[in-house]
């Protein structure tokens, strides 16, 4: 009997399989119908303090390799999520709340309001390639990294999980701050800065000209972030970017993930992606005598 059970720290998760931030999870009705397949926890989009629209259209489009997307960070704000997370009947599964705010206050008023809300865990997006004055504008800073985890591990008792950006120059840093501020996991990748121009118009096409990259192209860029990051922290890593199939899973692991999320399979292989991706992974462990999948968390290292 294969165990597919994996810990992120203390909070422990029935199998590694958890849906990225930003994917059809704006409301109960599609986070319940994820958990009633085998994703063991699903991340929310990313909540803010006030509603926003995101970005004009177009804001999202399918290339060749992956996906291109300037959603500008659109939710409902904080007040009016409660509300879904509260529908969400978490007996088959965990939530963990995203946030993203400009600065430590912000980041202290979300991370309570989301524990009231419930969530078993938070992730703190400082990540987004897209939002001016937000995600990634703050999380290439180590200081402010540093400062904003640990004013959220004063606010809160849940879990934290951090989630870093491939569009600096040395990740290991940062995830080391989060690290040093109290983070209990690291979440690597977010999209990729990315463009596409249509030579039709000679104009970018995305309205905010300037987007992030998903789905399968960005793998290998994951993994090679989630490898770095493994032999400079402790703390637990939760692998996303590009996961279609079980040997990607597989591959995260290897690299040193705990855990690993998936957004843009759910595009090409519908929801039932967690189910396909749990059948694959308990064949390919029995097929090479594994029977913990914990037994695989960083063998390349070795
Ligand atoms: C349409 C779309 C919206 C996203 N929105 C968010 C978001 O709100 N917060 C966040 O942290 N990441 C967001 N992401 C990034 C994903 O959570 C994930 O890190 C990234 O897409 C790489 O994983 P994938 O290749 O499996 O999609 C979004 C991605 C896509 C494609």
């Given at each position: 009997?294969?165990?597919?059970?994996?810990?992120?720290?203390?909070?422990?998760?029935?199998?590694?399989?958890?849906?990225?931030?930003?994917?059809?999870?704006?409301?109960?009705?599609?986070?319940?119908?994820?958990?009633?397949?085998?994703?063991?926890?699903?991340?929310?989009?990313?909540?803010?303090?006030?509603?926003?629209?995101?970005?004009?259209?177009?804001?999202?489009?399918?290339?060749?390799?992956g996906?291109?997307?300037?959603?500008?960070?659109?939710?409902?704000?904080?007040?009016?999520?409660?509300s879904?997370?509260?529908?969400?009947?978490?007996?088959?599964?965990?939530?963990?709340?995203?946030?993203?705010?400009?600065?430590?206050?912000?980041?202290?008023?979300?991370?309570?309001?989301?524990?009231?809300?419930?969530?078993?865990?938070?992730?703190?997006?400082?990540?987004?390639?897209?939002?001016?004055?937000?995600?990634?504008?703050?999380?290439?800073?180590?200081?402010?990294?540093?400062?904003?985890?640990?004013?959220?591990?004063q606010?809160?008792?849940?879990?934290?999980?951090?989630?870093?950006?491939?569009?600096?120059?040395?990740?290991?840093?940062?995830?080391?701050?989060?690290?040093?501020?109290?983070?209990?996991a690291i979440?690597?990748?977010?999209?990729?800065?990315?463009?596409?121009?249509?030579?039709?118009?000679?104009?970018?096409?995305?309205?905010?000209?300037?987007?992030?990259?998903?789905?399968?192209?960005?793998?290998?860029?994951?993994?090679?972030?989630?490898?770095?990051?493994?032999?400079?922290?402790?703390?637990?890593?939760?692998?996303?970017?590009?996961i279609t199939?079980?040997?990607?899973?597989?591959?995260?692991?290897?690299?040193?993930?705990?855990?690993?999320?998936?957004?843009?399979?759910i595009?090409?292989?519908?929801?039932?992606?967690?189910?396909?991706?749990?059948?694959?992974?308990?064949?390919?462990?029995t097929?090479?005598?594994?029977?913990?999948?914990?037994?695989?968390?960083?063998?390349?290292?070795?």
């Open positions: 009997m294969v165990s597919l059970t994996t810990c992120i720290n203390n909070l422990e998760l029935k199998n590694p399989f958890i849906l990225a931030s930003g994917i059809m999870d704006e409301d109960a009705g599609s986070m319940k119908r994820i958990l009633q397949e085998d994703a063991a926890a699903v991340v929310t989009k990313s909540i803010g303090l006030h509603e926003r629209n995101g970005h004009s259209n177009p804001t999202f489009l399918e290339l060749e390799h996906l291109l997307n300037a959603m500008g960070l659109p939710n409902p704000g904080i007040d009016s999520y409660g879904e997370i509260k529908k969400i009947n978490n007996d088959n599964g965990k939530i963990i709340g995203s946030i993203f705010g400009s600065n430590v206050e912000e980041f202290e008023i979300l991370s309570e309001k989301m524990q009231n809300y419930g969530v078993n865990a938070l992730e703190l997006n400082l990540s987004c390639p897209h939002a001016k004055g937000y995600g990634l504008e703050i999380g290439q800073d180590p200081e402010e990294i540093n400062k904003i985890v640990r004013a959220v591990k606010s809160v008792s849940i879990p934290i999980f951090v989630k870093l950006s491939p569009n600096v120059n040395d990740i290991c840093m940062l995830a080391k701050a989060a690290e040093q501020g109290g983070a209990d979440v690597a990748i977010n999209t990729v800065k990315a463009m596409k121009i249509d030579i039709e118009t000679k104009r970018p096409i995305l309205a905010n000209k300037i987007g992030g990259y998903s789905g399968k192209a960005i793998k290998p860029i994951g993994i090679r972030n989630v490898y770095e990051i493994f032999e400079a922290i402790k703390i637990p890593i939760i692998g996303v970017g590009g199939k079980g040997e990607d899973v597989i591959e995260y692991i290897m690299a040193g993930a705990s855990a690993v999320q998936v957004g843009s399979g595009y090409y292989n519908g929801i039932q992606i967690f189910t396909q991706l749990k059948e694959q992974v308990i064949k390919w462990m097929q090479n005598n594994y029977q913990n999948i914990k037994e695989l968390i960083g063998v390349a290292h070795k």
